[in-house]
């Protein structure tokens, strides 16, 4: 495997994304979503403009769990078998290249793009911040960017070994909007159902672990517990136990998010 390789094609695929405006596009939406939260989040309880750092990311949370996954899925699910449809694929592996060597220059590349709009995005909102709450403040968003990041390249992976696993391009967007339905809207119903169902007995103290299973609730789990007032505001008190409510231990676990599945899509891509 040659380190060169892998970069050429990742500076390829991060050109095209930057040609079409694509991190453009999603850089003005992240900004234009944010600074509506962070002013007009507190609208409801009749004030304007920042309430506090934990309000503002609690808030951010809910945006970014919705819009970071399907924004990864769907930049990454014809990664590979957009090439495969095109007939191009068969011509890159041609070249003086290996598999292991497209598969992770397509993801860097992709990466960076992704990487790029999403704290393009956040970044107006950071300096408004810090105006407002100083280094205190800024600390715990600088926080929640960079989790953000782990949260889309947790999908982007997971979209790549769609992308991988998949013969044909629809089949493939179907099945990274599945996909992004499963993790961010039924996985917790899904739980809290089996919850009310057993009037409380599913899952014991192992419940909580079961949240391990879907990135998204890591990311939460990772900002919310970062934020003492909002961790009493959300109730998570009471179901996740301390053991996991440490930063460093959710960041691994997101970390095993985004290494697995690209695991996963090397083993597939090369048999």
Do not use: C
Not at 67 to 79: E, K, R, S, W, Y
Not at 182 to 190: G, R
């Amino acid at each position: 495997m040659e380190l060169s390789q892998i970069l050429t094609l990742a500076a390829k695929e991060f050109r095209d994304r930057m040609r079409n405006r694509w991190v453009l596009a999603v850089a003005l939406v992240f900004t234009a979503f944010s600074l509506v939260i962070t002013y007009f989040g507190g609208a409801s309880s009749g004030q304007v403009g920042p309430r506090s750092i934990e309000f503002i990311i609690a808030s951010l949370v809910s945006l970014v769990i919705y819009l970071i996954p399907l924004i990864a899925l769907l930049l990454g699910f014809d990664a590979i078998v957009g090439e495969r449809e095109r007939g191009s694929l068969d011509l890159l592996l041609a070249l003086p290249i290996t598999k292991l060597e497209l598969l992770l220059g397509k993801y860097l590349g992709l990466a960076a793009a992704l990487t790029l709009s999403t704290l393009g995005g956040f970044t107006l909102v950071a300096g408004l911040l810090y105006q407002q709450f100083g280094w205190a403040g800024l600390f715990h968003y600088l926080g929640f960017m960079f989790s953000s990041t782990l949260l889309g390249l947790a999908f982007l992976s997971l979209a790549v070994l769609l992308s991988v696993l998949s013969r044909e391009r629809t089949r493939a967007s179907g099945m990274a909007i599945a996909l992004w339905f499963f993790f961010v809207l039924v996985f917790d119903l899904l739980l809290l159902g089996a919850l009310v169902a057993s009037s409380g007995d599913f899952g014991g103290d192992s419940l909580a672990y079961l949240l391990l299973l879907n990135p998204a609730d890591v990311f939460r789990i990772l900002n919310i517990f970062s934020l003492d007032d909002m961790r009493r505001l959300y109730g998570l008190a009471s179901i996740v136990p301390p053991a996991l409510a440490k930063p460093w231990l959710m960041a691994l676990v997101m970390g095993a998010w985004i290494v697995v599945p690209l695991a996963l899509a090397r083993w597939r891509f090369k048999t």
